[in-house]
């Protein structure tokens, strides 16, 4: 069975490119310039059913503004919550669906930046 981890990861990330009006990253490149999204880290748990295996992931992703107050922060999460209950097709494995279970904003100690955080549960198959 093909495990769908690499195949996921970069999907989601060409979906979310798509559907944010700002970049969004795996890694952050040097002098970026605000607003971005990062894709900060994983977790993924085994998920079985009888006859197949089921994985359960937690994407975790940042939002960082530098424009004065939480409204972009807000509106690019707004855009992320769309690929609420959609799927997309994957180069290996199915995915089954995918959720976005928290939404959260804060103001940075600098108190220039707003950070916006977004957690998406996916569940995958294996082909």
């Given at each position: 069975?093909?495990?769908?981890?690499?195949?996921?990861?970069?999907?989601?990330?060409s979906q979310l490119n798509s559907i944010c009006s700002c970049s969004v990253y795996d890694g952050v490149p040097q002098n970026v310039s605000y607003p971005y999204v990062v894709m900060d880290y994983t977790i993924s748990a085994n998920e079985d059913y009888t006859n197949y295996r089921v994985d359960r992931?937690?994407?975790?992703?940042?939002?960082?503004?530098?424009?004065?107050?939480?409204?972009?922060?807000m509106g690019i999460?707004?855009?992320?919550?769309?690929?609420?209950?959609?799927?997309?097709?994957?180069?290996?494995?199915?995915?089954?669906s995918i959720r976005v279970e928290r939404k959260e904003t804060?103001?940075?100690p600098?108190?220039?930046?707003?950070?916006?955080?977004v957690t998406l549960r996916v569940l995958t198959t294996h082909s």
């Open positions: 069975m093909a495990e769908p981890t690499k195949a996921l990861h970069k999907a989601l990330l992931r937690f994407y975790y992703l940042s939002i960082w503004s530098r424009s004065p107050g939480q409204a972009e922060v999460i707004e855009e992320i919550d769309a690929i609420h209950n959609t799927t997309f097709s994957l180069d290996t494995g199915l995915m089954c804060n103001r940075e600098d108190n220039l930046t707003f950070q916006g955080q």
